[in-house]
């Protein structure tokens, strides 16, 4: 069945209304002309910009927070250092080794012991005893140990 059309006359023929065309068009912000882009080769007007790997921010992070770092897990650069330092996982000694932690004389330097070759791995044992003698803790260690006994 087909539909009913309208009169044939157009929408606002009748009306006087002038249409509100005459106004100033939006401006884009200058701010975005100014936003670094990708390199395009279609157009070579544009300065390139250079790509966004994180490095700046990881040196930030870590001169912020000094101690996290490879040495943590051990050597093992892929290892999450910020949750070896705060949970323990791939941490020498964690629940969760990287397959080359099982290199005993980097495990003990990263947890302030070393053993010698033909000794037995006590790992508790060594600890306590570590732990016992610190060298921070000896007042001989301070810088100003010498010129004590004169004051």
Do not use: F
Not at 9 to 23: D, E, H, K, Q, V
Not at 66 to 92: L, Q, R, S
Request: net charge negative; hydrophobic share 25%.
């Amino acid at each position: 069945m087909p539909t009913k059309r309208s009169t044939g006359t157009p929408a606002g023929a009748g009306s006087s209304r002038i249409p509100g065309l005459n106004r100033a068009r939006r401006q884009l912000r200058e701010v975005e002309e100014g936003v670094q882009t990708p390199p395009s080769s279609l157009d070579m007007d544009r300065a390139p910009s250079a790509a966004r790997s994180g490095r700046r921010g990881m040196q930030d992070a870590r001169l912020e927070h000094n101690e996290v770092g490879p040495e943590i897990t051990a050597g093992d650069v892929d290892a999450d250092w910020e949750d070896a330092y705060a949970i323990g996982d791939e941490a020498p000694g964690g629940d969760n080794p990287t397959p080359d932690q099982d290199r005993v004389d980097d495990i003990g330097k990263a947890l302030g012991i070393e053993y010698q070759d033909t000794e037995e791995l006590k790992a508790a044992d060594k600890i306590i005893e570590r732990d016992r003698h610190r060298w921070e803790l000896d007042p001989a260690s301070s810088e100003d140990y010498k010129d004590r006994d004169k004051k």
